[in-house]
């Protein structure tokens, strides 16, 4: 027998009981740990009667190739609490949502959210995909720092901001025909979730 073929012969050999040994006398602290994996988020398969992952049904874009189905039907489960809009303005500002997209969401660094034109669409399961998901061009992804109820609160608030009175707002501001009666009350004097609301006379003039 050649000498390589008896070194593997005692390799062989001495490898179970080996292994054994080395199992029994490792420290406990220096076993090699299985990194845990997070579980893999549904986007909201506990909303829209229980459809496990029904959020990745919602289209982000009004453009589709071809015929495509409906959008599922997605409720905001906080729609009508009368506290969800004060809630989501707290958050709004506590989560400095206010740097990028300005008081009321009137719009800076980031686009406006007090007009009802979003590019990712303007339902609430367009805005929560949006807020949970991240968008490119400087929206960070919430779903990892916000739980659910949060997001839907941030939801019902940008919502109604978003309710803008055309018919009231749209005239210009030209003598004739006449400029605006009223104008909106600037966020630092007024704070509330209606802002649309809270207005004063307007004088000719100055600026809204």
């Not at 990028?100 to 800076?108: I, K, L, V």
């Not at 303007?122 to 997001?151: C, H, K, T």
Request: hydrophobic share 35%; net charge neutral.
């Amino acid at each position: 027998m050649s000498l390589r073929a008896s070194i593997l012969s005692l390799l062989l050999l001495a490898a179970p009981n080996g292994a054994a040994i080395a199992q029994q006398t490792l420290p406990q602290s220096q076993e090699a740990q299985q990194p845990a994996l997070a579980p893999r988020p549904n986007f909201g398969g506990s909303v829209g009667n229980g459809r496990p992952g029904v959020f990745m049904q919602v289209p982000v874009s009004h453009l589709h190739p071809g015929a495509q189905p409906d959008p599922p039907q997605i409720k905001n489960p906080v729609q009508g609490d009368p506290n969800a809009e004060q809630r989501g303005m707290t958050y709004y500002v506590n989560f400095n949502c206010v740097g990028c997209h300005a008081p009321n969401g009137g719009g800076g660094m980031g686009p406006a959210l007090s007009n009802n034109l979003f590019t990712y669409g303007s339902q609430p399961e367009n805005i929560f995909l949006s807020i949970y998901q991240g968008r490119p061009n400087g929206m960070p992804a919430w779903g990892g720092v916000l739980p659910d109820s949060v997001i839907w609160d941030l939801v019902t608030y940008i919502g109604r901001i978003s309710n803008d009175p055309n018919r009231q707002w749209g005239r210009t501001f030209a003598a004739n025909p006449l400029s605006p009666e009223i104008e909106q009350v600037p966020s630092e004097q007024v704070s509330t979730t209606d802002p649309w609301s809270a207005t004063k006379s307007f004088n000719f003039g100055q600026k809204p």
